[in-house]
């Protein structure tokens, strides 16, 4: 026999859609959208571009280590891939003060600057 509940199906597939919604405008309005919106997709370090269904191993690194510490012009995040996100955490496990990008071997190219001139953008 079926164990009576609290809500009817109608109930709870509106109840997770709600949830389904929330969770969608968390994610659009979290740290990670704003920064694909405002960094090129290129890793930081090793300069490798992505696009299309890797978007997703590109990573936001907190320059800072601090992942509470989210300005809304971007100038504490660095995307990184997954790779050299990991090499960056273990590279600099003992020094939170580090914000350094890491290499591999040879130098990475150097990767534009969004926030450059951005004083002079703001104010024509």
């Known amino acids: 026999m079926k164990k009576p509940t609290s809500e009817s199906d109608a109930e709870r597939k509106e109840r997770l859609r709600r949830e389904l ?8 309005t979290g740290y990670r959208a ?22 997703r191993e590109l990573t936001v690194h907190h320059i800072d280590h601090d992942y509470h510490n989210n300005p809304n012009d971007g100038s504490n995040w660095m995307l ?37 001139n951005l004083d002079q953008l703001m104010n024509p």
């Not at 050299?84 to 990475?108: M, Q, Y």
């Open 80 to 116: 990184l891939c997954l790779y050299c996100h990991d090499h960056e955490h273990e590279s600099h496990a003992g020094d939170a003060t580090s914000s350094k990008p890491v290499t591999f071997g040879k130098a990475a190219p150097p990767v534009s600057n969004p926030f450059e």
């Open 21 to 28: 919604r929330r969770d969608a405008h968390i994610r659009q």
């Open 34 to 55: 704003r920064a694909l919106k405002l960094l090129p997709h290129v890793c930081a370090s090793c300069g490798r571009e992505f696009s299309g269904k890797r978007l």
